[in-house]
């Protein structure tokens, strides 16, 4: 099983870093945060999946973290950016700032997901991987 959950880290780390790449396609030079979160989540999950993949416990445990963390942090944001949002929608403003909010907003939940799916994962399977590995 710990090999089913490297691969689910490695795809982790992959759709970091591409959400990453992606908000600064979208939002340009405003996507700093964007770009940070997804450079370095991204980096961290391959690492994750390719220790576990070798058996290496702590692997697990870096995984695990990550993406519980990163459910924090996400949802944290997803809500700021939604509030964000609100605000503009209610002054009733159709620019281009409130277009880059929506997208950032959408971005950032997508990556929420993501990341609770990971966490859930993690959670349902530690035992059995914990296990498996030394």
Do not use: P
Request: net charge positive; aromatic share 12%.
């Amino acid at each position: 099983m710990h090999k089913n959950l490297s691969y689910l880290y490695a795809f982790f780390g992959f759709f970091l870093l591409a959400c990453g790449a992606v908000a600064v396609d979208l939002a340009g030079e405003q996507a700093n945060t964007a770009l940070i979160t997804g450079a370095a989540g991204g980096l961290i999950g391959l690492t994750a999946g390719h220790f576990l993949n070798r058996g290496h416990r702590w692997g697990f445990i870096l995984g695990a973290a990550e993406a519980g963390l990163l459910t924090i942090l996400l949802g944290w944001r997803s809500a700021t950016y939604f509030s964000k949002l609100l605000g503009m929608m209610q002054q009733n403003q159709e620019s281009a700032a409130t277009e880059t909010a929506g997208m950032a907003f959408l971005l950032t939940t997508a990556m929420l997901v993501i990341a609770l799916l990971t966490f859930t994962v993690s959670v349902m399977f530690g035992k059995q991987v914990l296990r498996e590995t030394k």
